[in-house]
């Protein structure tokens, strides 16, 4: 099976610029989590979705955006861009179906630089 | 609030030196303990899941282990391609997240 694939790699943003970013899952997997991934705090979650709802959400602005397709793919979105919002955005992708043990399977990141 | 210690932070070891990372968590009901690798620029690599105390699973040189307050991971005659750093989960249940450590740096030199 594919593995989970994020779009684009790398961006390069400016301050108060607004971003989409893309995941696509493993095939068959109904579940995606966003993470974000900084030297300082580590690895921090953004929000779950399910069968194109947001199951749960993090401690993180409203900013902070996303959604899911009928066909799982997801996207995340963050507006007004602030530089400390600098980081490895990863995708993780599961079936959905065994609550919290469910295994989350990540993909390669994508790499937002803001300046 | 659920939380996840690993230590060492940074751990440079000769090729063939055996030695073991820790990770020491604080939650209440634990659902599972989730083992993953992470090369630099990469995303994390899925390793182990552990659900009860005793539990060992092993592959290749890594063999990750589960008390009732911490897991360890043994590394068994690393090899350079062992560099990484190695980071642990656990199940934030309320909000089906994972809440990762800090992760151990471990270089392994030639």
């Known amino acids: 099976k594919a593995g989970v694939t994020q779009t684009p790699r790398y961006l390069i943003k400016t301050r108060g610029q607004q971003v989409t970013l893309s995941c696509s899952p493993i095939?068959?997997?109904?579940?995606v989590s966003w993470y974000q991934q900084t030297p300082g705090q580590g690895l921090q979650f953004l929000f779950e979705?399910?069968?194109?709802?947001?199951?749960n959400k993090g401690n993180f602005p409203g900013r902070f955006s996303g959604r899911q397709f009928s066909n799982s793919r997801s996207e995340m979105n963050v507006s007004t861009l602030e530089l400390g919002d600098s980081a490895l955005y990863l995708c993780?992708?599961?079936?959905?179906?065994?609550?919290?043990?469910?295994?989350?399977?990540f993909g390669p990141g994508t790499r937002l630089t803001v300046l | 609030e659920d939380q996840v210690t690993q230590s060492p932070e940074a751990l440079r070891l000769q090729e063939g030196e055996s030695s073991s990372l820790n990770c020491s968590y604080t939650?209440?009901?634990?659902?599972?303990l989730f083992w993953y690798r992470q090369d630099p620029g990469k995303g994390p690599e899925f390793l182990f899941t552990?659900?009860?105390a005793g539990e060992e699973k092993e592959k290749e040189r890594l063999k990750a282990t589960l008390t009732k307050k911490e897991s360890f991971l043994h590394i068994t005659a690393p090899k350079p391609e062992d560099s990484a750093t190695y980071l642990c989960?656990?199940?934030?249940?309320?909000?089906?997240?994972?809440?990762f450590g800090s992760g151990t740096r471990l270089q392994v030199q030639p």
């Open positions: 993780a992708s599961s079936s959905g179906q065994a609550g919290a043990t469910d295994t989350q399977y």
């Open positions: 939650v209440s009901g634990l659902r599972g």
């Open positions: 989960a656990i199940p934030d249940g309320g909000r089906r997240a994972l809440t």
């Open positions: 979705y399910f069968s194109e709802t947001q199951r």
């Open positions: 095939s068959g997997h109904r579940s």
């Open positions: 552990l659900y009860s």
